[in-house]
Nanobody, 123 residues
Framework: QVQLVESGGGLVQAGGSLRLSCAAS????????MGWFRQAPGKEREFVAA???????LYTDSVRGLFTISRDDVKNTVYLQMNSLKPEDTAVYYC?????????????????WGQGTQVTVSS
């Protein structure tokens, strides 16, 4: 069982940056693939980025080149560095984990979810 706790959300002006962190409990963090989803008000939850235990990454098109996902297996933490933020990036961001090594865009492939952290980008 993995528990995920996000932090780092907040209010930022357009063009600014934030770094989200997700601390995971459990002894086998380095065998999990990790990722981030987000849900904006009135919209469906969507995939943002993922990283597997080997360091392979996957991004949704709208954030590629702007956001960077990384992991620290010593600290059991995954990060999402978000640069050049836009008002449309405003959402609750959820950390996710899966035992699968193949990372996908599908919500159903991720077994574990955090409670979410709010990111608000003002114009």
């Amino acid at each position: 069982q993995v528990q995920l706790v996000e932090s780092g959300g907040g209010l930022v002006q357009a063009g600014g940056s934030l770094r989200l962190s997700c601390a995971a409990s459990g002894p086998t963090f380095n065998s999990y693939s990790m990722g981030w989803f987000r849900q904006a008000p009135g919209k469906e939850r969507e995939f943002v980025a993922a990283i597997n235990w080997g360091g392979r990454t996957l991004y949704t098109d709208s954030v590629r080149g702007l956001f960077t996902i990384s992991r620290d297996d010593v600290k059991n933490t995954v990060y999402l560095q978000m640069n050049s933020l836009k008002p449309e990036d405003t959402a609750v961001y959820y950390c996710v984990a899966t035992t699968k090594s193949i990372i996908t865009y599908r919500m159903s492939d991720y077994n574990y979810w955090g409670q979410g952290t709010q990111v608000t980008v003002s114009s």
